[in-house]
């Protein structure tokens, strides 16, 4: 597939600031504009073309013996991905929502004595842990873990090499291991979204499917709908038949064949749940839909896996509404729609992913080729 010409907004990585960072759950004195304002004309920027994406053998799974939930979790995953023994870790955790940093430290000793160089990404097979202190336990595996940023997380955190970046070898070419929890509400809850994201894979590489929608969603929520000036221009793609859709938040139950849902808001709008299709990727810019407790009263990414999306994102603590601590829309589509699986996809849209929890299943690749068809014409 050729490079997809996407809108981005200027600066580093393509990502740009607010005038002033403010905490995503905060309210501001900044008057409203109606979620149906237009916005203005965007700058065009290419993701990279796409060389390949990750396979089940460049996984690497690790199962929580503590946690009857992730060993029945884990097996099934096993199962269900053809996983070779060598490719799976298990170990022992403590079961509450942050590990300190020595329970980290033995962790991260753990995988990398058992994992070779031959492992590009890993699936954790529980919902909590999620953090290490205030870094998600995603960011920390990957970018190691960042006891500064903790005296202030609304500060910049460290940068991901990995964003918006064309490899599909991130440990032999880059040297950090995405993570992604196999996190749902319950048992089959997960089970239900291992089994979305394997029925996904090529679905959307066949020929003559109808078009999938992805749902950039409109708010008056000022500190959380920061990302609307990241949304690319409405309309179909036809070469990869996507329908790019503009929508109030509160329209998006009535969306049919979702693949993408983006938006800023408290809870995620969710009920009644939307038409997603195998594989769908939603997430909501708030100050803690990575705690996965919701011990914060807001929403979490665990509400988009039980409406049925299959993969999703959200911060772990306060990390202010800097655009770069948040999925770019436009990259999360870019890729995905290249065939990158939902890891990746979701990885390489986040240019300060510190603070990052990525939930779902990794390997989900609806717009993979497929033997089970043709791929879609281009125009």
């Known amino acids: 597939m050729r490079e ?12 740009a600031l607010p005038a002033v960072a403010q905490p995503a759950s905060a309210a501001t004195g900044v008057a409203a504009q109606p979620a149906s304002a237009a916005a203005p004309p965007r ?17 690497g799974l690790v199962i929580n013996l503590d946690d009857p939930a992730s060993v029945a979790v884990g097996e099934h995953y096993i199962v269900a991905r053809g996983l070779q023994s060598a490719q799976v870790l298990r170990v022992r955790l403590p079961l509450r929502p942050a590990l300190d940093e020595t329970e980290f430290n033995t962790l991260v000793q753990a995988i990398e004595r058992h994992f070779g160089t031959q492992t590009q990404a890993l699936a954790l097979a529980w919902t909590a842990p999620y953090a290490v202190g205030c870094n998600a336990i995603t960011g920390a595996l990957a970018l190691g873990y960042d006891a500064a940023l903790c005296r202030n997380s609304c500060g910049a955190s460290r940068v991901s090499r990995y964003f918006n970046h064309a490899t599909h070898r991130p440990q032999a070419r880059l040297g950090l291991r995405p993570a992604m929890l196999l996190a749902a509400p319950s048992v089959p809850a997960a089970i239900a979204m291992i089994d979305r994201g394997v029925a996904s894979d090529g679905q959307l590489a066949l ?29 179909l793609r036809r070469s990869v038949g996507v329908d790019v859709q503009w929508r109030p938040a509160a329209e998006l139950p009535q969306a049919r064949r979702v693949l993408v849902a983006i938006t800023g808001s408290v809870q995620a ?65 870019g890729h995905y729609a290249q065939g990158a699986t939902a890891i990746e996809a979701y990885w390489k849209s986040v240019a300060w992913p510190q603070q990052s929890l990525f939930i779902g299943e990794p390997l989900a690749a609806p717009f993979a080729p497929s033997s089970a068809g043709s791929p879609v014409q281009q125009p």
């Open 4 to 15: 997809l010409a996407l809108v981005l907004a200027p600066a580093l990585g393509a990502v």
């Open 207 to 235: 020929r003559g499917r109808p078009p999938v929608t992805a749902q950039l969603l409109l708010t008056d929520d000022v500190p959380r709908r920061v990302r609307t000036v990241l949304y690319p221009e409405p309309g």
């Open 269 to 333: 709008p969710v009920l009644p749940p939307p038409d997603w299709v195998a594989g769908g990727l939603g997430d909501h810019l708030t100050s803690f839909g990575g705690d996965l407790l919701g011990t914060h009263g807001q929403g979490t990414a665990l509400d988009w896996i039980a409406s049925g999306a299959t993969a999703s994102h959200g911060s772990v603590s306060e990390p202010c509404n800097h655009l770069q601590k948040f999925p770019h829309p436009q990259v999360l589509l």
């Open 43 to 59: 700058p065009v920027l290419l993701v990279p073309r796409l060389a390949g994406r990750l396979r089940a053998a460049d996984i």
